[in-house]
């Protein structure tokens, strides 16, 4: 335990004093540092450097699949702003917002807008500020507005492919990306669907009026600056179909990629000269557009400043700092598993769980654990990811049961935590203390009950298979974790 602990208070010390700023360098850092830990302790048991040298090496090459498709879809990002594919999401979501379903639209139009940028704290950054004060002029307590922000813009980070924590999970836990989130959808949907409903009896229980003037100056801004079609929908529409005929994701994304390339050349040239500084030449213009939008930083301006908050991304090089950080995770949890430490750690664990419901449990807990203990949601999926996935193999689940946990546990309950960096940051933006919103995060509360109720009751848990014979829980299997 002694490489864990150290790790669990470096990490506490780096949340303290760099704040948001930790995932920039100083959590990697303590990541090798920790690592390093691990290498004296491992040495002093007898076990040899070239020995988890190797295992460094095993464990970077594991995670090298998912770096490759975090990496492009950093590029898929930015052409799908660069072709208002992302926009357009924006600018239809925010039409469903309606003053006698608030609760609900601000949560729907949170997921939306997380979902097409993949990312829950520009999402609750900007339009999540905004529905909080559209929310309080219609006299709804603050904690609730948060609460329906929360849910719907952790949903969305959850669910979508551009986001890195659902690039992470399935990483550590060995699987690929789209299978991750076909899984993830058994346990998530019910999820979000029982919190729109506790919305909806909230809201049709509470009088409201007025009308929502805000939005309109957004919808102008997006409309004004934009070609804004459904047309757009059909690169989203061709990236679906693919991940359905259940093409490689790295092909898939690249698809998607070009696609959004190629409708940025029909639908928004005037979005090309403004990216790429030029006013005449559009053949250069577009070159430079085009490259910039996959490989780096791009902005697009308008005349409103919360639309201009939405409206960037970073290409390949905005996924870096996540690319270390999976990197120097790898490092640790190579020397960690090359030296048996993490299956001794695991074992002491593992004898608590005898069944797949008590291990799904298990998982959960030890996410929620290091949310609370490492202050960060990253560690909370890279730790258990390492610890437990060994484990799942041997009890012959699938690594879709794991990366599905993780998801579950590890990434929705971090901003319930006052003091995790995604608490504290969320807290801040909205203006509303994390204990403030917590008993209306529905979404956040009842995720992690809903993956361990799902494993108790044995509903979509895929397993391998032999021979067909029976597996642990004396019952047959199909190859897809269904009944026979």
């Excluded at 849910?151 to 979508?160: E, N, R, T």
């Excluded at 690039?167 to 959808?185: E, V």
């Excluded at 690169?235 to 994304?253: C, E, N, Q, Y």
């Excluded at 971090?414 to 917590?438: D, E, H, M, R, Y």
Aim: proline fraction near 4%; aromatic fraction near 8%.
């Amino acid at each position: 335990m002694i490489p864990v602990i150290f790790l669990t208070l470096l990490i506490s010390i780096n949340v303290f004093i760099f704040g948001d700023d930790a995932l920039s360098g100083s959590n990697q850092i303590v990541l090798i540092l920790s690592a390093a830990v691990a290498a004296i302790v491992a040495i002093r048991l007898g076990h040899k450097w070239e020995t988890l040298h190797k295992g460094i090496v095993k464990s970077i090459g594991s995670a090298m699949a998912a770096i490759l498709i975090l990496l492009l879809i950093g590029s898929l990002a930015g052409t799908w702003l660069l072709s208002g594919i992302v926009p357009s999401m924006i600018y239809y979501g925010l039409q469903i917002l309606n003053p006698t379903i608030f609760l609900v639209a601000a949560c729907v139009v949170s997921a939306i807008v997380s979902l097409a940028t993949g990312s829950s704290w520009s999402t609750v950054a900007t339009l999540g500020v905004a529905l909080l004060g559209i929310g309080r002029t219609l006299g709804i307590p603050e904690g609730i507005i948060g609460g329906a922000i929360i849910s719907g813009a952790y949903f969305g980070d959850k669910m979508s492919p551009l986001s890195d924590t659902t690039n992470l999970a399935p990483a550590m836990a060995g699987t690929d990306l789209f299978t991750h989130i076909r899984y993830m959808a058994w346990t998530t949907v019910p999820s979000i669907l029982i919190a729109l409903i506790i919305f909806t009896v909230i809201g049709l229980t509470r009088s409201q009026e007025g009308v929502i003037n805000d939005i309109e100056p957004v919808l102008a801004a997006i409309d004004d600056t934009f070609y804004v079609s459904p047309l757009l929908f059909l690169v989203p529409a061709l990236v679906i179909t693919l991940i359905v005929r259940k093409v490689p994701a790295l092909p898939a994304l690249l698809a998607g990629t070009l696609s959004g390339a190629l409708f940025a050349l029909i639908f928004q040239p005037h979005i090309i000269y403004q990216v790429s500084g030029m006013d005449n030449n559009f053949h250069i213009a577009a070159y430079i557009a085009i490259m910039k939008s996959m490989y780096s930083e791009i902005a697009v301006i308008t005349d409103h400043a919360m639309v201009n908050s939405l409206l960037e991304t970073g290409g390949m090089r905005g996924m870096l700092n996540t690319v270390w950080l999976i990197i120097c995770a790898m490092i640790f949890g190579g020397i960690m598993e090359s030296s048996g430490l993490l299956r001794r750690i695991t074992e002491s664990v593992i004898t608590l769980a005898h069944n797949t419901g008590s291990l799904v449990a298990s998982t959960a807990g030890t996410c929620i654990f290091f949310n609370l203990t490492a202050s960060d949601q990253y560690l909370a999926i890279v730790v258990p990811g390492r610890m437990f996935a060994d484990t799942y193999k041997k009890r012959g689940l699938k690594p879709q049961n794991l990366s599905r946990t993780l998801e579950d546990s590890g990434t929705v309950t971090s901003v319930l935590v006052p003091w995790n960096t995604c608490g504290a940051t969320q807290a801040t933006v909205l203006g509303v203390p994390t204990l403030t919103f917590l008993p209306y995060a529905f979404f956040n509360l009842i995720s992690p009950f809903m993956t361990i109720i799902f494993a108790y009751l044995n509903i979509r848990i895929s397993r391998f298979t032999n021979g067909g014979r029976k597996t642990e829980d004396g019952r047959r299997r199909t190859e897809d974790g269904s009944n026979e």
